[in-house]
């Protein structure tokens, strides 16, 4: 009798694992990779896991981020509105910040990517007078902690800018020197932008580094560095090296304009990375009536006193491709888009989600008070701003007096550990 051929034996088999295609597989792991994939693979794992058919993706990449400023929003006295408020605001408080500091807050950041699915990013780290590299010898040792789990990339940023004496590019280049990735840049918010471009490109030139830059994040049109940038990344060959950030001025730009740039950005291989959540909540707030964001002017009905409310409109229909249905996420929509977000704002809006739409409608009873109807909801969350801004998951939904949905109604209040939204 032939000899059974003994079935492969990987540390992981992930099985029925759902594809983008739709294609349901098995995966066999080992040593850190994917070493056989395939249907009902004829394998053992040490440890197996179940899809299920659950969709299955490459591990998500951020490739923008601040691990240094991190969850620092906090320490903050009166919430910046503007770029330009934001960027004073944080030169205050990093003045301040210890490595100790910084590093508890970025493994804070790094395990609420994690949670969520993201296995690789960059982060940009300040390196200026003030902070010195406390930033980045405290993100280097997070880039430590987190290998085999996250591969993080450091950016060397001079959110400050370079100084005439030349002390700010003495510090990026001890920073490429002692292993950051990549040099960063602001060439829109220097005097001259392309003064900036040229020094840090000798910088990354000298030291073989990619190039990152936050690129023309404002609302004019005449802010066009990203142009100059294109044009040295052909001119030294940089081609595939250089990625800009934000670019958010070419929303102010007229049509020609825009495609000329983008042919430019094209062919000189530049990759670009737009920041959502950010630039709707930052950009724009400069413009005065008419302000085109396609919404009802809200804090300007807020303060005229009227009871407004919010809703779900379409949900995955002909009108719109996005809807949950959940109202706390299209909550955050609004508050990014309206630019509401210090905490009171952000209360406003929970309460919008609640008791103003029930004063629109006209509900009776409706409330937490004794006599009102028993409907509500518990979410996992310790305050209304929590919740909004963490799309709290309903852990008890409870509507006419009785239990009916909800995390726990399904699984336990064990379900509870499972925070994905690592808050605290
Ligand atoms: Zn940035």
Not at 256 to 263: C, G, I, K, P, S
Not at 351 to 375: F, S
Request: glycine share 10%; proline share 6%.
């Amino acid at each position: 009798l032939p000899e059974a051929v003994p079935h492969p034996r990987y540390e992981v088999v992930l099985r029925h694992a759902r594809l983008a295609s739709g294609a349901i597989v098995d995966l066999g792991i080992a040593a850190g990779r994917i070493c056989a994939r395939g249907p009902q693979l004829a394998a053992s794992g040490s440890v197996e896991l179940d899809a299920a058919g659950h969709l299955t993706l490459p591990g998500f990449v951020d490739p923008h981020l601040h691990l240094d400023k991190a969850l620092s929003r906090g320490e903050l006295r009166e919430p910046p509105e503007t770029l330009a408020e934001a960027i004073t605001a944080s030169r205050g408080l990093k003045a301040h910040w210890t490595e100790a500091a910084i590093e508890a807050r970025a493994t804070r950041a790094v395990t609420m990517a994690l949670r969520a699915g993201t296995t690789a990013l960059r982060t940009h780290v300040d390196v200026d007078l003030s902070l010195g590299l406390r930033g980045f010898h405290a993100l280097c040792r997070i880039r430590e902690q987190f290998s085999g789990q996250v591969r993080i990339q450091i950016v060397a940023f001079p959110q400050e800018g370079l100084d005439p004496a030349g002390k700010v590019e003495g510090l990026l280049r001890r920073a490429l020197r002692e292993g950051a990735d990549a040099i960063g840049g602001l060439p829109a918010l220097s005097p001259d932008p392309r003064v900036h471009i040229d020094r840090l490109f000798a910088i990354a030139k000298e030291h073989g580094a990619d190039i990152d830059m936050h690129v023309d994040e404002s609302d004019s049109p005449l802010d066009l560095s990203i142009e100059y940038l294109a044009e040295r990344t052909q001119r030294d060959g940089y081609e595939g090296r250089v990625v800009a950030g934000h670019c958010t001025s070419l929303a102010a730009v007229d049509e020609d304009t825009l495609h000329r740039v983008l042919a430019a950005v094209g062919a000189a291989g530049i990759s670009l990375v737009t920041l959502p959540s950010t630039n709707l909540y930052l950009q724009g707030r400069g413009d005065r009536p008419p302000v085109r964001r396609g919404l009802l002017p809200v804090r300007a009905a807020v303060a005229a006193g009227i009871n407004v409310a919010y809703g779900s409109d379409n949900i995955r229909d002909a009108f719109t491709p996005f809807g949950n249905a959940r109202m706390l996420e299209t909550g955050l929509v609004l508050g990014h888009a309206a630019h509401m977000g210090s905490p009171a704002e952000l209360r406003s809006i929970v309460r919008m989600a609640t008791h103003n739409g029930a004063r629109a409608l006209r509900l009776p009873d409706y409330g937490l008070d004794e006599g009102c109807r028993a409907d509500l909801v518990v979410l996992d969350a310790a305050s209304p701003e929590d919740a909004l801004v963490a799309v709290a998951p309903a852990l008890w939904v409870v509507a006419g007096g009785k239990p009916v949905a909800g995390l726990w109604a399904h699984r336990g209040p064990g379900a509870a550990d499972a925070r994905l939204y690592g808050r605290g």
